[in-house]
């Protein structure tokens, strides 16, 4: 069993930056796929972020393309989101998530909540205007 706990989320105003943390423990592996989504009140859950294990090659949802930055610690089992110049529309609960199958596909297989059986507890971020 994989575990999974996000840190670092918080409020700021348009234009600032916040730092994800997600620390895995459990069953861990360097080969887990990892990845970032984000649900705001009301809407359903939407991938952000994902980082390959096999090669690091990263995925991003065109609404953060440019301002987010994923990342991981393989020595820590941690996965990073960079966000700046966030949004107001940026707000929501970011969720981490690990995909331990080890299947490499391309951005369809890999930004589909589907894909990931681990999930973290979520933190908040706020960005107020």
């Known amino acids: 069993q994989v575990h999974l706990v996000e840190s670092g989320g918080g409020s700021v105003q348009a234009g600032g930056s916040l730092r994800l943390s997600c620390a895995a423990s459990?069953?861990?592996?360097?080969?887990?796929?990892m990845a970032w989504f984000r649900q705001a009140p009301g809407k359903e859950r939407e991938f952000v972020s994902a980082?390959?294990?096999?090669?690091?090659?990263?995925y991003y949802a065109d609404s953060v393309k440019g301002r987010f930055t994923i990342s991981k610690d393989n020595g820590k089992s941690t996965v990073f989101l960079q966000m700046n110049s966030l949004k107001p529309e940026d707000t929501a609960v970011y969720y981490c998530?690990?995909?331990?199958?080890?299947?490499?596909?391309?951005?369809?297989?890999?930004?589909?909540?589907?894909?990931?059986?681990?999930w973290g507890q979520g933190t908040q971020v706020t960005v107020s205007s």
């Open positions: 998530a690990a995909d331990s199958s080890r299947y490499y596909s391309g951005f369809a297989y890999h930004s589909a909540l589907g894909s990931y059986e681990h």
């Open positions: 459990g069953r861990t592996s360097s080969s887990y796929t």
């Open positions: 980082i390959r294990s096999i090669d690091s090659f990263t």
